[in-house]
């Protein structure tokens, strides 16, 4: 009997997988091996003195992560709300809420940086009620989170809709026919299977902070020790052609980077097995 070869318009794995492979190595790899290989060509001395132990530099990195986990956990817990309401209720303008979701995605940051210091300013429509009240938020700490909440919320909403939708509602069905109340079916069943979406959604807003310029060039003030971000730093130290102090900083950036989002896969698979 005689077997047919299913035929495919798509390419092979074999030349599937080298021009997944060359694409990533051109756009991904290769610049960041070149900054790590720039870095080595420095003294341990010098990268130490121009990304460790500058005052300024650290401030910046104080303020770039810090700023960017704070953002990033308002946005896990918000924008696990929004997908929520998004995928489980019907209602007039859901579609409407739903575009709104992705302005972030299709507005220069630049742009979302000067609307939200127009508005937060202290004599902006916002910050003029906030200031009587000694509440600052633009060219202070609050602002950056602000600016990297409003950028990184597409990425936490868009995460958990599709495991919302795929989420089997008559488990939790189940679980309340069987005595469970609301909250303890959600905080026992439905939690622990979004569990996953939630930490993915929660890295790929970390990552989003962590290197965001535009909109918190605007409204941060840039006050060094104060609100002055890493990739200010990087920016300043180009145009004074100190390169080696760019690289520094970007390498340190790098690692710390790999490093957070490495911690957050780590939880991923612990929260996946415990839900096994």
Do not use: C, H
Request: net charge positive; glycine share 8%.
């Amino acid at each position: 009997m005689s077997r047919k070869n299913s035929s495919s318009p798509l390419p092979g794995f074999g030349l599937s997988l080298g021009i997944s492979l060359s694409y990533v190595g051109l756009i991904v790899m290769i610049p960041l091996g070149g900054l790590v290989i720039s870095a080595f060509r420095m003294s341990f001395g010098d990268f130490l003195a121009a990304a460790v132990r500058d005052p300024r530099v650290l401030a910046s990195y104080r303020v770039s992560f810090g700023s960017a986990l704070a953002a990033a956990v308002i946005n896990a817990f918000f924008g696990f709300i929004v997908a929520w309401v998004l995928v489980r209720y019907r209602f007039p303008g859901r579609r409407f809420l739903d575009a709104l979701v992705d302005i972030p995605f299709a507005l220069p940051t630049a742009v979302s940086g000067i609307a939200l210091t127009t508005l937060y300013a202290s004599t902006g429509w916002i910050g003029r009620f906030l200031a009587p009240a000694g509440i600052q938020v633009a060219y202070a700490r609050p602002g950056i989170v602000l600016a990297l909440i409003v950028v990184g919320l597409p990425f936490t909403v868009r995460t958990l809709q599709p495991a919302l939708q795929e989420l089997d509602r008559e488990v939790e069905e189940a679980a309340m026919s069987l005595g469970a109340s609301s909250p303890k079916t959600f905080l026992r069943v439905t939690l622990p299977t979004l569990m996953p979406a939630v930490l993915t959604g929660f890295s790929l807003a970390l990552a989003r902070g962590i290197g965001e310029f535009g909109s918190v060039y605007f409204i941060a003030g840039n006050l060094p020790m104060r609100t002055e971000i890493a990739p200010l730093l990087i920016v300043m130290k180009l145009e004074q052609y100190d390169y080696q102090g760019a690289t520094a900083i970007g390498v340190v950036m790098l690692l710390v980077s790999f490093l957070l989002l490495l911690a957050v896969n780590i939880l991923q698979w612990l929260s996946r097995r415990s839900t096994l």
